[in-house]
């Protein structure tokens, strides 16, 4: 089976092969793929009903010689159906103009294409948020790079990232550059994910009501949601006595002093001592540490308990 670093490499450097199967969730990177490649070979792409119509037409003497472009066919079952080590000799002895793209996502046909068609089928599953910041970038460069970043954060894969960053271009971008990162979630009605990263980030970015969202969604256990706040701050000290540190909250690290740093790991610290003593962290408990954020200067654990 093909990578999607080798098909990305193929495609983006304009030498794609003549015949992919794109498997797979990611339904907005296949379509990536497609949009480059139709833009190389200078045609939009063809919407082809099956696979079987592309090579009757490949094999057909034509007056006029057809153009290179790229021959899409969604779903193609009747081809999957007939798929087998006849068909696979076919395809590679057609003389394709240009490139046909088959889109599946089925486990069934998965097997099929992986079993007779190996060195053509690529699967194209969730991407990382790096790689789809990195399309975004490409896609929307009007776009200012935090609303990119919120973009990806809010979205389950790359369609939907798209989807959100086309609305931000048909709004007000300054209106919308001025809300907090929960007010974003908040407009384009997603849940925020529980993930340890956007943790960090809205802990960092001193954001209350996204933290709030992220404790109501978080899968992992209490300790696990204390230690990596305990992280954020290890790392924000990090940044604030070394200007050479490279991280991704180093753009919150003015927000944040030596004095505020400690005093929220001592206050996180004393929560988890709390809780081995309790079982588990409440809500109240939960609330109450992530309101220091909120604070011009966050308060010692002394002056907590004076």
């Known amino acids: 089976m093909l990578t999607i670093q080798e098909v990305g490499t193929e495609i983006l450097e304009n030498r794609p092969r003549k015949f992919y199967a794109m498997i797979g969730k990611e339904y907005g990177i296949k379509m990536k793929y497609v949009d480059i490649m139709s833009q190389n070979y200078g045609q939009p792409p063809v919407e082809a009903s099956s696979v079987s119509d592309v090579l009757a037409?490949?094999?057909?003497?034509?007056?006029?010689?057809?153009?290179?472009?790229?021959?899409?066919?969604?779903?193609?079952?009747?081809?999957?159906?007939?798929?087998d080590e006849k068909m696979s000799e076919k395809i590679k002895r057609t003389k394709i103009v240009g490139t046909i793209v088959c889109i599946y996502e089925s486990e069934k046909s998965s097997t099929k294409l992986l079993k007779y068609l190996p060195n053509d089928t690529v699967s194209v599953d969730e991407v990382s948020k790096r790689f789809m910041v990195s399309y975004l970038h490409k896609d929307f460069p009007n776009l200012p790079d935090r609303l990119i970043d919120v973009s990806a954060d809010m979205s389950s894969d790359y369609n939907q990232a798209r989807n959100i960053c086309r609305c931000m271009l048909m709004s007000d971008i300054e209106?919308?550059?001025?809300?907090?990162?929960?007010?974003?979630?908040?407009?384009?009605?997603?849940?925020?994910?529980?993930?340890?990263?956007?943790l960090k980030k809205y802990v960092a970015s001193r954001d209350f009501a996204a933290c709030l969202h992220v404790y109501d969604v978080y899968n992992g256990t209490d300790d696990e949601f204390l230690y990596t706040i305990l992280s954020t701050m290890i790392e924000l000290e990090k940044i604030v006595t070394n200007k050479f540190v490279e991280s991704k909250l180093r753009e919150y690290s003015n927000m944040w002093n030596l004095k505020d740093i400690y005093n929220m790991f001592m206050n996180t610290y004393q929560?988890?001592?709390?809780?081995?003593?309790?079982?588990?962290?409440?809500?109240?408990?939960?609330?109450?540490?992530?309101?220091?954020?909120?604070?011009?200067?966050?308060?010692?654990?002394?002056?907590?308990?004076s």
């Open 57 to 83: 037409m490949m094999s057909t003497k034509h007056l006029i010689p057809l153009l290179p472009k790229v021959y899409l066919v969604r779903y193609d079952e009747m081809f999957i159906s007939d798929l």
């Open 175 to 198: 209106k919308l550059y001025t809300m907090t990162d929960s007010e974003l979630f908040s407009v384009f009605g997603v849940q925020i994910s529980a993930d340890d990263d956007v």
């Open 271 to 305: 929560e988890i001592i709390n809780i081995r003593t309790y079982s588990q962290l409440s809500t109240n408990s939960a609330v109450y540490l992530l309101s220091f954020l909120q604070f011009s200067e966050i308060p010692s654990m002394e002056y907590m308990q």
